[in-house]
């Protein structure tokens, strides 16, 4: 491919031949290499770098903060497993974006942040530079990798690092800083054209020792309660067919973590999600595929699973293996090798899960999803979580390619159980920090790189992490249906101030605030429902128009629990009076 080539800013000696610039080199090397849409915030020194891939074919997607275009990048990343790509400018514009690529980190999504940056002569002497940091090393703690380019002719080798970096073995977020200088700069096409780097098979397999997949067939021979879990890494490796053929050739009752959920419809006879509690506890063999043995799985330990269960690990990841239990199987490659061969070797009817572990768990599902119905089936005024979320899962189970995103506390733990998934990779939540923030960036991100409608379900603290992103969504015009559940808090909206004084609790937000009018104020479709029916029509009319709409759900403010479904992770203070 070609070097693009240009004479501005170029001085008037170098005329005579033909020169290129450092904005241009790195729209060629990501043209190359495959990008096709960019999420970021403009501004100095990358404003002419956003204007020119648009302008040379590259979607740009402005954003009204850092955070949310990174949190574009960061799904789009998980969805294509390319790397989702956002573009900051210095210091805090750089910072903002920071926590997403942090995030991506932690999920195991590969994203890139290219950020712009001041002058490295300033900056090293501290000379109080325009927006002055040392961005890389700022950047490396939080960063699967972080690199510098500091000359134009290492622009290409630089992203190229950046890229193998985000995509091969676990996924993750890469920061490549991009000096203003080195933007700028010229330098002779044809050297320019020659640096350039086309990335060959960026995410290699990675194939697992033979031995590893024969003791892990061979654990699971044994045992008589086997159960496997699915973490986001089994969806992301798109091995759905494998999975789905090795559980269901076995017979194994599996768990889907919150992201892998769809991975095998949600209404499939071996999820034992209805029974979670009891399988963990009972299980005496756990294959994990794609999981880690994090605080989401109570780390392995006891009370909540068995102290004598045998665990099998399926992780691209060999340090991840016994960093909470023993690993009595590991398995380290890449998920879609390592299901295709583990297909290849199991023996017909060599594993066969134990009929009373199948009855029990079958007798445990059916006694919760009973409990559970009694729940959804009322219907109290005003709405709570269970009416409100059983009127959009009816809607969904009509509209299966929907991406469904989710954060909140309460909205979060109840939309996850109640909302079945149909289809892999559909469930965008708030992921291994359960952090808030990511709603409007995960919608736009999904809706961008895949032209399906998306459902954003929020609590109304969670959504204002984002909320202005609103705007984004309709100056791009995309089938985003943003629900608001507006329980008028964190958790609650009815804690009080315990000084006594006026101003709110900590926990609370204001008091029927009207969110429908904010998309309002863009063009976008407002709605203010209080009961399942409306909901329920507001949520089928708004995916019916695929036009930005946002639908402010009335919830009971005393319908929530602190912290959600995770209470108990709140410090309790070590000094008990018992007096009080
Ligand atoms: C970035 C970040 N800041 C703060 C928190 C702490 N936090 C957890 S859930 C939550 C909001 C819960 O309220 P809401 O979204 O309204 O959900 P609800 O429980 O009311 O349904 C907050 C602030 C967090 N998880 N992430
Ligand atoms: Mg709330």
């Not at 990048?73 to 942090?102: D, E, H, M, R």
């Not at 309709?474 to 101030?497: A, E, H, K, M, S």
Request: overall charge negative; aromatic content about 6%; glycine content about 8%.
């Amino acid at each position: 491919m070609a070097t693009k080539v240009v004479t501005r800013a170029v001085p008037d000696e170098l005329h005579t031949s033909a020169v290129t610039d450092g904005f241009h080199i790195v729209v060629d090397a990501l043209k190359l290499n495959g990008v096709e849409t960019i999420f970021g915030v403009a501004g100095i020194p990358i404003t002419d770098l956003a204007r020119l891939a648009q302008a040379e074919g590259i979607r740009y997607i402005g954003f009204r903060h850092e955070q949310s275009a990174g949190n574009a990048a960061a799904i789009a990343g998980y969805l294509t497993q390319k790397p989702g790509i956002c573009l900051t400018v210095s210091a805090p514009g750089f910072l903002n974006g920071l926590v997403a690529l942090a995030n991506a980190t932690t999920n195991g999504f590969p994203m890139i942040q290219i950020s712009g940056s001041s002058s490295r002569a300033i900056i090293d002497l501290q000379q109080g530079d325009y927006e002055e940091l040392d961005q890389m090393n700022a950047a490396k703690p939080y960063t699967k990798a972080a690199f510098r380019v500091d000359r134009p002719e290492d622009i290409g080798i630089g992203l190229a690092r950046a890229i193998r970096a985000a995509v091969s073995g676990r996924p993750g977020g890469v920061y490549l800083d991009l000096p203003g200088d080195v933007l700028a700069a010229a330098l002779d096409a044809n050297v320019a054209a020659e640096s350039l780097v086309h990335v060959v098979d960026p995410a290699p397999r990675q194939i697992p020792a033979p031995e590893s997949i024969d003791r892990a067939l061979n654990l699971l021979a044994s045992a008589q309660r086997p159960l496997i879990i699915l973490g986001k890494g089994a969806a992301y490796a798109q091995a759905d067919a494998d999975i789905r053929s090795f559980i269901e050739t076995t017979g194994i009752p599996y768990l889907p973590m919150s992201m892998a959920k769809g991975l095998l419809p949600d209404n499939h006879p071996q999820s034992a999600a209805a029974a979670r509690s009891f399988v963990l506890a009972q299980a005496d063999v756990v294959m994990l595929i794609g999981a880690r043995l994090n605080w989401l799985l109570g780390h392995g330990k006891a009370p909540q699973w068995s102290s004598t269960a045998r665990f099998i690990q399926v992780d691209i990841s060999p340090t991840e293996f016994d960093s909470n239990r023993p690993i009595a199987a590991p398995i380290a490659g890449d998920i879609c090798s390592a299901l295709s061969i583990l297909l290849t070797k199991l023996k017909p009817g060599s594993i066969r899960p134990g009929s009373a572990w199948l009855d029990a768990i079958a007798k445990r599902k059916q006694g919760n999803v009973e409990r559970m119905a009694a729940h959804l089936n009322a219907n109290p005024s005003p709405m709570d979580f269970y009416s409100a979320l059983r009127a959009i899962r009816d809607v969904l189970a009509e509209h299966s390619d929907v991406y469904v995103v989710n954060e909140g506390a309460n909205t979060l733990d109840f939309g996850r159980n109640i909302i079945d998934m149909r289809q892999p990779r559909k469930r965008l939540d708030s992921g291994t920090w359960g952090v808030m923030g990511i709603g409007m960036g995960y919608a736009v991100g999904a809706a961008v790189v895949s032209s399906e409608p998306v459902v954003a379900i929020e609590g109304d603290s969670a959504f204002g992490f984002s909320g202005m992103e609103l705007e984004t969504i309709c100056r791009y015009d995309l089938p985003v249906v943003t629900v608001v559940f507006n329980n008028n808090g964190i958790y609650r909206g009815d804690d009080v101030n315990h000084s006594g004084g006026t101003d709110p609790s900590p926990t609370v937000l204001l008091k029927n605030a009207r969110y429908e009018k904010l998309i309002e104020a863009f063009g976008g479709t407002g709605q203010y429902v209080t009961d399942p029916q409306s909901l329920a029509k507001a949520v089928t009319d708004a995916l019916a128009a695929r036009k930005p709409a946002l639908i402010n759900c009335i919830i009971d403010p005393r319908a929530g629990t602190e912290s959600g479904h995770i209470q108990n992770l709140n410090p309790r203070s070590a000094i008990t009076n018992s007096k009080n």
